[in-house]
């Protein structure tokens, strides 16, 4: 059975950091794509990050250009999502997402975790 | 980046059936066959409905369809169910990668 189990969130200050984890399990995690996607309070679906299965590539959403980093250990069957420089408007839900290459679609999701910038 | 355009609410009353739009532009949903379709109830993980247009994932019951035209993909839930009721979101993969705004389905 496919897992993802995210974790890492917390409340941060603006301006603050986190490393934020999600742990695969029950599939080939060094032959698949990996997506980061969060979800405000209120607001709808938002595609942060992806890394491709050997992490040479990696790609962000505007919003997050230059302040958060993905990245994957193939080892450790263990994807990675380094936040930086928090914002208010970062305050989500972070959830981790298998990515099937042949369709750009995500098959598998966490179930997520809570990240809350506030002072 | 570019925006697809979903519905806020949609409704519907057990057993009916009802559509879901998603509208984007001929740089995502218009030149691309990866268009997907996720459910997401509250606090739970979202779930993949529908991918490349009209395919269904295994587990998938097949009150779930797929459909585009032009610059518009649809999602149609036949024979409506109270579990229904959840958020759904449309995705393109083309020149942007971006999720539609989400349409909330209350099942009446």
């Known amino acids: 059975e496919v897992q993802l189990v995210e974790s890492g969130g917390g409340l941060v200050q603006p301006g603050g950091s986190l490393r934020l984890s999600c742990a695969a399990s029950?599939?080939?995690?060094?032959?698949?794509?990996m997506t980061w996607v969060r979800q405000a309070p209120g607001k709808g679906l938002e595609w942060v990050s992806t890394v491709t299965d050997s992490g040479e590539n990696t790609y962000y959403a505007d919003s997050v250009m230059g302040r958060f980093t993905i990245s994957r250990d193939n080892s450790r069957n263990t994807l990675y999502l380094q936040v930086n420089s928090l914002r208010a408007e970062d305050t989500a839900v972070y959830y981790c997402?298998?990515?099937?290459?042949?369709?750009?679609?995500?098959?598998?999701w966490g179930q997520g975790t809570l990240v809350t910038v506030s002072s | 980046q570019s925006t697809l355009t979903q519905p806020r609410s949609v409704s519907g009353s057990p057993g009916q059936s009802i559509t879901i739009s998603c509208t984007g532009t001929?740089?995502?949903?218009?030149?691309?066959?990866?268009v997907s379709w996720y459910q997401h109830h509250p606090g739970k993980a979202p779930k993949l409905l529908i991918y490349d247009v009209t395919k269904r994932p295994s587990g998938v019951p097949d009150r779930f369809s797929g459909s585009k035209s032009g610059n518009t993909a649809s999602l149609t839930i036949s024979g409506l169910q109270a579990e229904d009721e959840a958020d759904y979101y449309c995705?393109?993969?083309?020149?942007?990668?971006?999720f539609g705004g989400g349409t909330m389905l209350t099942v009446l």
């Open positions: 995705w393109s993969f083309a020149h942007s990668w971006v």
């Open positions: 001929s740089s995502d949903i218009g030149g691309s066959n990866y």
């Open positions: 997402a298998r990515q099937i290459i042949t369709s750009r679609c995500f098959d598998s």
């Open positions: 029950g599939f080939s995690f060094s032959t698949y794509v």
